[in-house]
């Protein structure tokens, strides 16, 4: 049987991979699977460059650009390298050339954690309520560095609180706001030797003007 032709796709978007960075990640996502099979005949930077689009813009499945592999190639790369932990993988491998193009040591030492509250859609799933922010949907947890690069994320259902931590890097403090100070602390700094230092909100409700009409 011949061997089929590579197909290429050349996509022109902000977010594809330079050709250092596909030279570092490359070997994470051509590599022959341990499952064995027919190796596939898709440009797999292609692949990336799509779901980098896909994450940057927000856009649905099947409204992915006609220059980019079909969907369902596409699809089916990011639900196996999700299972398999390639995408983590490509972001550990990236993430230390980012900061030091930056002119940044290769691991950060003081970072930031917040929360998002998010609505979630009728596919169901786990979901709670978040009285603060009045959402019916997850809560998504997202620890970055200084540069606002990603260190860890998570999402739970908002009755729930974050109570694990990575210690890693070399990590010394973690900036959170006062939502945090509630369990986490006294967690991390029984199990780790990061810092947990909890910013309070400085704005005295006493001194938000009024709004409200006399009349």
């Known amino acids: 049987m011949p061997k089929r032709e590579r197909r290429f796709y050349l996509t022109q978007d902000v977010t594809n991979l330079t050709d250092a960075q596909w030279s570092a ?4 996502v051509t590599a022959a699977s341990p499952q064995g099979g027919r190796p596939t005949n898709i440009d797999q930077r292609a692949t990336v460059d799509a779901l980098r689009s896909k994450q940057r813009t927000g856009y649905q499945w099947r409204r992915l650009p006609a220059d ?64 603060g922010k009045k959402v019916n949907g997850r809560k998504r947890q997202c620890w970055v560095d200084t540069n606002g690069f990603l260190c860890a994320c998570s999402c739970i259902q908002q009755t729930s609180r974050m109570t694990k931590g990575r210690n890693g890097f070399r990590m010394r403090e973690i900036r959170v706001d006062e939502g945090y100070k509630q369990g986490l602390g006294a967690w991390m700094e029984k199990n780790t030797a990061i810092r947990l230092n909890v910013i309070k909100n400085r704005l005295d409700k006493r001194d938000v003007p009024s709004f409200r009409s006399d009349g």
Do not use: N, Y
């Open 68 to 131: 980019v592999p079909p969907m369902s190639s596409v699809r089916s790369s990011c639900d196996t390298w999700s299972r398999d932990g390639t995408r983590i993988k490509i972001h550990d491998t990236l993430h230390q050339p980012a900061r030091q193009a930056l002119d940044r040591d290769p691991e950060p030492s003081i970072s930031v954690l917040d929360s998002q509250s998010t609505k979630t859609t009728e596919a169901g799933g786990d979901r709670g309520f978040d009285g």
């Open 25 to 28: 990640s490359a070997p994470l």
